[in-house]
Each structure stands twice: as structure tokens, then as C-alpha cells.
């Protein structure tokens, strides 16, 4: 019976011992859900965007939604240019029109590396509006860039993101 029940505990203390040292190769599972989070807002307008880690040369998917501040109904129409902002150089993709009502899907593939400036600029209405997305650094390393954007999602359990 004691024979049974140490070959018992083994097979238990074996078995997590795997399932922790599985947990720990986690480091090595797909990157793809990690995305960088930008808001930004005018006196008209708010955006809440999406973005894969800014990688030197490898295009990145940025899905952005504005709003009125108005109303905060979704941008129906308008032109929205998306520019990344690196020094004195820069890219930029405009899209005449959403997705989605108020969904604006944007590919952008960095030329630099460093620090980069984001930009919304919307045309709607015959007016012009500029959104100021803030600063992101653009690397030259997809495994850098993932782990610098896992370290800028919130973990407070109250956080929200869009």
C-alpha cells in the first residue's frame, strides 16, 4: 500500500512539474495577439486604434475607430490619413473611406528605426482635424518590439482596453 501511494505522489509531483515547466515555455507562443494601444482626441473627434508592434520593414496592421465628441456616433465618411513620424521622414496611408462605419483600416511598414510620432489627419465635412497619437518606438527586432508593447498593457484588473 506505502509502495502504491509514493508511486502515487510521484506520478502527481511529475505531473506538475510538467504542467509548470510548461507554463514557463510559454515565451516562445505566437506574438500575434499583442498589440499596441493609441488614443488620442481633438475638440471633435476621438480615436481609439489597435496596432501591431512597429518593426522596422515589416508591415504593420493598425484598425482605428473614431467618433464624433459630439455625439459619439461613428465617423460615417470622410478621408483619414494615418502618417508615422520619424524625425524628418515619415510614412503615411490615407483611406478615402471605413471599413465599417467609424472603422478605418490602415498597413504601414516603418523605414526607421527610433522613435516615431503617429498622426490622424481627417478631412470631413470640408474641414480639416488632426488627431495627435503620441510616441511609439519603431524597432528593428519583431521579438523586441512584442515584448516592449506586452510591458505597455495595463495588468490592473480595473484596466480597460478598446
Known amino acids: 500500500m506505502k509502495k502504491s501511494l509514493l508511486y502515487i505522489l510521484f506520478v502527481l509531483t511529475f ?18 495577439d499583442v498589440k499596441l494601444f493609441i488614443t488620442a482626441y481633438n475638440d471633435s473627434f476621438e480615436v481609439f486604434a489597435e496596432a501591431d508592434p512597429f518593426v522596422q520593414g515589416k508591415t504593420s496592421a493598425i484598425l482605428a475607430h473614431f ?10 465618411e470622410g478621408k483619414v490619413t494615418l502618417s508615422i513620424i520619424s524625425g524628418t521622414s515619415g510614412i503615411r496611408q490615407t483611406v478615402d473611406t471605413p ?26 465635412a470640408g474641414n480639416s482635424y488632426r488627431l495627435e497619437g503620441g ?28
Open 15 to 32: 505531473i506538475a512539474c510538467r504542467h509548470d515547466h510548461a507554463s514557463h515555455d510559454d515565451h516562445d507562443h505566437d506574438h500575434d
Open 135 to 162: 510616441n511609439f518606438r519603431v524597432f528593428a527586432d519583431e521579438h523586441d518590439a512584442i515584448h516592449a508593447a506586452e510591458h505597455l498593457i495595463p495588468d490592473h484588473p480595473a484596466a480597460v482596453t478598446f
Open 67 to 76: 467618433t464624433h465628441l459630439e455625439d459619439f456616433k461613428p465617423l460615417q
Open 99 to 124: 471599413f465599417k462605419p467609424g472603422i478605418y483600416r490602415f498597413r504601414l511598414m516603418p523605414e526607421t528605426t527610433g522613435m516615431a510620432r503617429i498622426v490622424f489627419d481627417i478631412e470631413h
